[in-house]
């Protein structure tokens, strides 16, 4: 399997240019995109989802245009969920979880499955709109897997697309989150998540991926690799320290207090 870009160019206007020339290639099991505001991690996943059209370069999906494919093929390969889940109509959460079905084959166990995977059981009848926002985002991830369920063995490898799944969750649900994510790859599903959170990054991704503010990738490796305080300050324009815990790497900005501490030392 192989979700590519190849030369993507891509701008919102003349002025403003988010990708020139960007040549990207999904990898096998849990990637997670960082950088600035504005560099062009959400956009990047719609390239890849097609819900965005490059202005030059290719997106595909084993060397077929992601755009190019029908709904129902895209559906069976790749699942997206956006940065701000939104439902129009009062569906009930079940409801929402059973779109993700809507152009496959219908499968009432995995909509189950999903629901009681993110914890949703309690509320599987309650309408969408009356929940929180990190309610919303489970209901959302439930939606997109039961999406990529498939019972066949020699299934496709899929991908599920995420931008900032947990950034509204709780910390149980978000550790939650995190366990079903790291499931996926065992499972034939690749997963690209945009996070905001270094920590997090760090102990969820198999790869990571820095932009940088110009949608240039300035950084592309093991967690290890990338996560380096240099690295990240040059990108984000703002010191940050690595503290090594018993449960892996803290990895945040520095404050400008402890900034000037370090220096009066």
Known sequence: ??????????GYSPART????????????LTVVLGPNGAGKSTLMRLLMGAAKPE??????????????TSPE?????????QRPSIASAFTVREVVSLGR?????????????????????MASRVFASLSV?????????RALAQLECDSDDAPRRVLLADEPTSAMDPRWVA????????????????????????????????VVLLDERGVIAGLGTPDDVLQPELLSDVFETPFAREATAGGPV???????QTDQARST
């Open 102 to 122: 809507y152009a496959l084959s219908p499968d009432l166990d995995a909509v189950d499955r999903q629901i009681e995977a993110l914890g949703l059981g309690s």
């Open 134 to 142: 990190g309610e919303q985002q489970r209901v959302s991830l439930a």
């Open 56 to 69: 030059r370069g290719a997106v595909e999906l084993d060397g077929t245009p992601v755009r190019s494919l």
């Open 18 to 29: 988010v990708f020139t020339d960007l040549s990207f290639e999904v990898p096998r099991g």
């Open 74 to 82: 895209r559906a069976k390969r790749l699942a997206y969920v956006s």
């Open 176 to 207: 939650l989150s995190v366990s079903v994510l790291r499931e996926l790859p065992g499972r034939g599903i690749d997963a690209l998540v945009v996070l905001h959170d270094f920590t997090l990054a760090g102990r969820l991704a198999d790869t």
């Open 1 to 10: 399997m192989s979700l590519r870009t190849h030369g993507v160019h891509y």
């Open 251 to 257: 990895i945040v900005p520095k404050f400008a207090h």
